[in-house]
């Protein structure tokens, strides 16, 4: 029943979306989503058909935003995605946008450059091996993935992360072996709300995998519920179990995300 019932959501957003493909709004994270996660970020990569399915669906009329966690110019370089015609591409939770090869971005603020430089030792001073320090210019993220044991160095690591990020004014939040310390007040959600309020779609779907996705699934959800045909696409996965209580529709990986998004594709002209 379960199954029937998945299939039969996959049918109608499908449907829903092809017909109001033109003015649609397409908006997906990047890492988890689009590329598989790895254990080095920079080695990250879109799958295979993901520039031509976003290329297809863009020239169609639809409106196709990358909303990521990661610094923008890192995304579109790392994914090939100025391939992509139209496509914006919003930064580090919106605090920076991309588009058409122009890339907006914010001064760097004192809170970021003394985490800079306090983070590594409190990394240190409580990490395991093989925890490492990401810095993406506005946020920084501790990754745990690399190490033997990834969720004890996460629990390890949390509380003294937390504190130093609070004592800079920042936020820490986890996600898959991650912890990011970013500005307060910047989130997906956010981002997908202004995005919405200027291009008022008739139809939509956000797709993510993580817990940074949460509070853009929020907002699609209180869209539906207004009446908007809007969908919340989920790549689960066994490290986010919890994403499956705010989604709609779920597929396993970047590979079958790409798979659905080009059967709405061919309902382009």
């Known amino acids: 029943m379960i199954d029937a019932m998945a299939a039969q959501q996959q049918t109608e957003l499908v449907a829903t979306m092809r017909r109001h493909l033109a003015?649609?709004?397409?908006?997906?994270?990047?890492?988890?989503?689009?590329?598989p996660i790895v254990a080095d970020p920079g080695d990250s990569r879109l799958v295979p058909g993901a520039i031509e399915v976003l290329s297809t669906l863009s020239r169609a009329g639809a409106h196709v935003v990358i909303i990521t966690?990661?610094?923008?110019?890192?995304?579109?370089?790392?994914?090939?995605l100025d391939a992509v015609p139209g496509l914006r591409v919003a930064g580090l939770y919106g605090l920076e946008?991309?588009?058409d090869g122009n890339l907006v971005r914010p001064d760097e603020p004192e809170s970021i450059r003394s985490l800079r430089a306090q983070l590594p030792a409190v990394v240190a001073e409580h990490g395991m091996p093989g925890v490492r320090v990401e810095d993406k210019g506005l946020s920084l993220v501790v990754h745990t993935r690399r190490s033997p044991d990834p969720q004890g160095a996460l629990a390890a690591l949390r509380p003294p992360v937390a504190r130093l990020a609070?004592?800079?004014g920042l936020e820490a939040k986890d996600g898959r072996n991650v912890i990011e310390l970013r500005l307060a007040?910047?989130?997906?959600?956010?981002?997908?709300?202004?995005v919405m309020r200027e291009l008022d779609p008739v139809a939509m779907l956000y797709a993510g995998d993580d817990l940074g996705d949460l509070p853009a699934f929020a907002v699609v959800a209180q869209a539906r519920a207004a009446g908007r045909d809007a969908w919340r696409v989920g790549v689960v996965?066994?490290?986010v179990p919890e994403l499956a209580d705010h989604i709609d529709v779920a597929v396993n990986g970047p590979a079958e995300l790409v798979r659905?998004?080009?059967?709405?594709?061919?309902?382009?002209p």
């Open 23 to 35: 003015g649609a709004l397409i908006a997906v994270d990047f890492d988890g989503t689009l590329a």
């Open 69 to 80: 966690g990661r610094d923008a110019a890192t995304v579109v370089r790392l994914g090939g």
């Open 97 to 99: 946008t991309w588009h």
């Open 166 to 168: 609070r004592g800079l």
């Open 185 to 194: 007040g910047s989130d997906k959600g956010g981002v997908l709300r202004g």
């Open 237 to 239: 996965s066994a490290e």
């Open 260 to 268: 659905l998004l080009q059967q709405v594709a061919e309902g382009a």
